[in-house]
């Protein structure tokens, strides 16, 4: 299994330009989720979902999109990009019986 | 609302001495409780977890954690560090009455320094 995969593993972005993270994984998890990381806050949840066709917003939404067509894949869209976006992107997955999630290995985003 | 503080940014121990990495909570029902590591540029690594039962958890790579739910505490530790332990450490609670999506509010993380 590959896990949890992410693209890019770095971007750099210009203020107003907009871009999908992508996000795949093949374990079968329900549940799939997008943090961000910035330095001192830990991670915050910006968007998740509980299965395909079903997404929520988490603590930090504002300024970003997601969709879930399938179980594998959970793309993240910037629609504006802000240098407030400037941040480090996990996308997680976990099965539904079990709270231990999997996390893939990062997106670097900067936005000038 | 559940949240979860780490009080050190960091924690520097010599190699060979016993390790402890503090993490308190809050939520409005019982916890679950978990404890991340972060190696340099690689995404979060699962050490263990507390959903219920011993309040004393053992995990991967000699990690421990106590569960104390009258300090709401659930502190991370090793009896005997070693330099490959140096790593950012992460401590998450997830409220068991909370189902906003079963998702982790995370802490913000302590750098563990461990020297020779």
């Known amino acids: 299994n590959a896990g949890v995969t992410q693209t890019p593993k770095f971007q750099v972005l210009k203020t107003g330009q907009s871009m999908t993270l992508q996000c795949a994984q093949d374990m079968n998890h329900e549940y799939m989720s997008w943090y961000r990381q910035d330095p001192g806050m830990g991670l915050r949840l910006i968007h998740y979902s509980v299965g395909a066709g079903i997404t929520d917003q988490g603590e930090v939404p504002n300024g970003y999109n997601v969709s879930r067509s399938t179980t594998e894949d959970f793309p993240l869209r910037l629609l504006s990009a802000a240098p407030s976006q400037t941040s480090v992107y996990f996308c997680a997955s976990r099965d539904r019986g079990t709270y231990e999630q999997y996390f893939g290995p990062g997106t670097r985003l900067t936005v000038t | 609302a559940q949240s979860v503080a780490q009080p050190e940014d960091q924690v520097n121990v010599a190699e060979g001495n016993p390790l402890t990495v503090k993490c308190t909570y809050s939520?409005?029902?019982?916890?679950?409780l978990f404890w991340y590591v972060q190696y340099p540029n690689r995404g979060l690594q699962f050490l263990l977890k507390y959903i219920t039962g011993d309040n004393l958890v053992k995990g991967s790579y000699g990690f421990e954690a106590e569960f104390n739910k009258s300090q709401t505490s659930f502190h991370l530790k090793k009896p005997s560090a070693l330099v490959s332990d140096s790593a950012l450490y992460f401590c998450?609670?997830?409220?068991?009455?909370?189902?906003?999506?079963?998702?982790?509010?995370f802490g913000g993380g302590t750098r563990l320094m461990v020297k020779p």
């Open positions: 939520v409005s029902g019982n916890p679950y």
């Open positions: 998450a609670v997830r409220d068991m009455n909370n189902n906003a999506g079963n998702m982790l509010t």
